[in-house]
């Protein structure tokens, strides 16, 4: 049986991954970090579960290549993502140099196959619908160009591995404690709406994305070509936070906040306090989600993935919300 790494174990997508292709009776290997509660959370559920998992620091060569070991196929999930106040240079030493280097020394040890998560983020912001993997690049924060410098890195490699790059959306599901908040507030009645709620959203639920990965690395045809990720249909924010609203039997407010002050606010928060280590309570990615407006083509999943149809964001918001409160969250 061929062993599976997967790194970025203690990350959201990662720790679902791990556990659920344990629990198949896969040969699965973990890696991750474990630096504040909700990942020594993961840590635990992974080895309770009798996921293998070594924590460490993979910008170590040692440790990629101890990690390495036996390994017929990489899911690299690992990256630098939500940092607000490290710089550019953080981003990339993470997410292309990690990259270039974990793929280089997996090639070295005879690993077959290699899954790159790239990101959406490399779109930036582009209203046009229908973006499709062909759409120009264009992204507008470090961790998307971060993200397309790591797609431009690697690709160099492909003569000599299976790599296979996955252009990964907004994921959500249970585990997912982004969205966890945003339930919190709608239920405890604090949750505002920003801007018009009209922005679109192509969310993917978090099991519907690991059969996605599972049929990307199975499918010779899918080398090398990135393939977007995302879910089937674009929702709105407003309908999305109508959906966790009827999730939890609760009503979404009539009120919402205009963008622009907000969007000051962020600016400036980023100018003073980021700029002395302090990590901004509002910044502008965390506003992106009301802001940004993105709808994608699936043309090239389908026909390459043949996936059955995924839950609608009514459903999955449900099967969250059910998480949430078994776990306590709520």
């Known amino acids: 049986m061929s062993r599976t790494l997967v790194t970025g174990a203690t990350g959201f997508i990662g720790w679902r991954l791990a556990e659920r292709w344990h629990a198949a009776g896969r040969d699965v290997i973990a890696t991750g970090l474990a630096v504040d509660k909700i990942e020594r959370k993961r840590a635990n559920g992974l080895r309770q579960a009798g996921v293998p998992l070594i924590l460490g620091d993979l910008t170590e060569r040692s440790f990629r290549e101890a990690v390495l070991d036996g390994v017929d196929t990489v899911i690299h999930l690992a990256a630098a993502?939500?940092?607000?106040n490290v710089g550019?240079?953080?981003?990339?030493?993470?997410?292309?140099?990690?990259?270039?280097?974990l793929l280089k020394e997996s090639i070295e040890r005879g690993v077959k196959r290699?899954?790159?998560?790239s990101s959406i983020g490399v779109y930036g912001v582009n209203a046009r619908p229908g973006i499709d993997e062909d759409t120009p690049l264009a992204p507008d924060n470090a961790y998307g160009r971060s993200k397309l410098e790591a797609e431009r890195v690697i690709a160099g490699f492909s003569d000599r591995i299976q790599l296979f790059v996955g252009r990964i959306g907004e994921t959500y599901g249970p585990g997912d404690m982004r969205?966890?908040?945003l339930y919190s507030a709608i239920m405890k009645k604090r949750f505002l709406l920003v801007g018009s709620g009209d922005n679109l959203h192509q969310p993917i639920y978090v099991d519907d994305l690991i059969e996605a990965i599972d049929r990307l690395i199975s499918n010779p045809q899918?080398?090398?070509s990135p393939i977007i990720l995302c879910g089937d249909r674009a929702v709105t924010t407003r309908e999305m936070c109508e959906s966790i609203a009827g999730s939890l039997g609760a009503s979404l407010g009539r009120f919402a906040v205009p963008?622009?002050?907000l969007l000051i606010a962020a600016v400036g928060m980023e100018l003073t306090l980021g700029k002395v280590g302090i990590q901004p309570p509002?910044?502008?990615r965390r506003l992106d989600f009301f802001r940004k407006s993105l709808s994608f083509s699936t043309a090239r999943r389908e026909r390459l993935l043949s996936l059955p149809p995924q839950r609608s964001f009514e459903q999955g918001a449900r099967e969250t919300a059910a998480w949430y409160r078994d776990n306590g969250w709520l």
Not at 81 to 84: D, F, K, N, T
Not at 88 to 101: H, L, M, P, Q, Y
């Open 282 to 284: 509002l910044h502008r």
């Open 259 to 261: 963008m622009f002050p």
């Open 88 to 101: 550019k240079r953080f981003f990339f030493n993470i997410n292309v140099g990690v990259t270039r280097d």
């Open 81 to 84: 993502q939500h940092q607000a």
């Open 179 to 181: 969205l966890c908040k």
């Open 114 to 117: 290699f899954f790159f998560a």
């Open 222 to 224: 899918a080398v090398s």
